[in-house]
Nanobody, 125 residues
């Protein structure tokens, strides 16, 4: 069965960095776009970044453009999210997700069919 396991969350001061990892199993990882989303308390889940199966040109939310970098290592079945210059408003549970349709890339949560359990990121001011 499909499994996505995130790691790397934690508590960091504003301006600091964290690197999230998501290791996948149970499907052909190199064939699928992977995405990162986040959800803060009382808010809807929002798109953060996505990367095509090929690594192509990633897509980012405006709020993280220039600060976050998504990458993937297909032989390791792992997608990463490097987060720099963190702000308190980045505090949320971060989820990785597998795109529903091969060879597509989307910012819509409905376009993803499997999700990890999430990892908490807390940025203190």
């Amino acid at each position: 069965q499909v499994q996505l396991v995130e790691s790397g969350g934690g508590l960091v001061q504003a301006g600091g960095s964290l690197r999230l990892s998501c290791t996948a199993s149970g499907f052909m990882f190199p064939s699928h776009t992977m995405g990162w989303f986040r959800q803060a308390p009382g808010k809807e889940r929002e798109f953060v970044a996505a990367i095509l199966w090929s690594g192509g040109t990633p897509t980012y939310a405006d709020s993280v453009q220039g600060r976050f970098t998504i990458s993937r290592d297909n032989p390791k079945n792992t997608v990463y999210l490097q987060m720099d210059s963190l702000k308190p408003e980045d505090t949320a549970v971060y989820y990785c997700a597998k795109v529903r349709r091969i060879a597509t890339i989307t910012r819509e949560p409905s376009g993803y069919d499997y999700w990890g359990q999430g990892t908490q990121v807390t940025v203190s001011s």
